[in-house]
């Protein structure tokens, strides 16, 4: 009787571990099935993006087609910013089509202490006047860029005033040294390092390309306007470019594969194979005996 109940135990000890042998099989089925319609969703999206690819029509610094209108258009000319754009609260003018203010914000770290360098931080103003968009109008070549193309314009590259144009408009530029000598623009006052709390200093991000540069942009032709199309990123390239060239800098030529799929397929063909693996290591050794 003991052993009939010892026997009994025996097996349902078993039964787990045959359980996971039979899990581990089925989550590097699941892997491999994952895997397959990654390759197959792969082929699908490229087959797709090189059909879009190829109605794409490379205009270079030719003129304008009636021919194009409604198509995707790679244009090459040279930048124009007809209009720069304006903070019209500062009373900025930034030569370029597109600019972005961020703001930095003053805090005391302990409100009833004395207004000294330890005792001030600034942190990120992400609210009303913090940060804001300020937006002109630009050609390139014999092509107008629509606003909708000008708002989805890639910034970057931090725009330096000169120092006769912020003096004019009551302000200067700042250095902080906590910020590894980073620049910011401030009113006179916070440049003779007189601070209030709540005081703002700015910065502003504008396009790569500057006014006068040879540009390639990629947008739906609408006449002689060019506007935006979901897909190319960035919209406007440094240089002129070939067709080639330009969907290859604008993410356009890739096939684009799901990261998230990858990363499933990856996971369930590891888990199986450690599980398979643990369970053999537990045979050798007696343990899965």
Partial sequence: MIWKERGVKMKKAQKPRK????????????????AVSTVKSCGTNRAAKQEKVDDIVYVGQGSYDPANDGKIVIVCGE???????YDDELGLTIYAPRAMRSAKKLKLKEWNAPMTEENMEWNSDLGVGGMEIFQGEADVGTYHLSDEFLDNLMLGREYEFDEETLSEAGLTILTDRKYRGEKFIGTQRMGREVFEEGDRRYQ???????????????GIQEQGTLTYVKG??????????????????????????SIFRVVLTVLLLSTGIRMLLKKRDQKEDGSGL
């Fill in 19 to 34: 359980n996971k042998k039979t899990g581990a099989v089925i989550v590097i089925l699941l892997g491999l099935l994952c």
């Fill in 79 to 85: 930048l124009k910013v007809l209009e720069p754009a």
């Fill in 232 to 257: 190319p990123a960035p919209n406007m390239l440094s240089g002129e470019l070939d067709k080639k060239t330009a969907l290859q800098k604008s993410g356009m030529s890739s096939g684009g594969v």
């Fill in 204 to 218: 502003y991000s504008v396009p790569y390309q500057n006014d006068g540069d040879m540009v390639t942009v990629i």
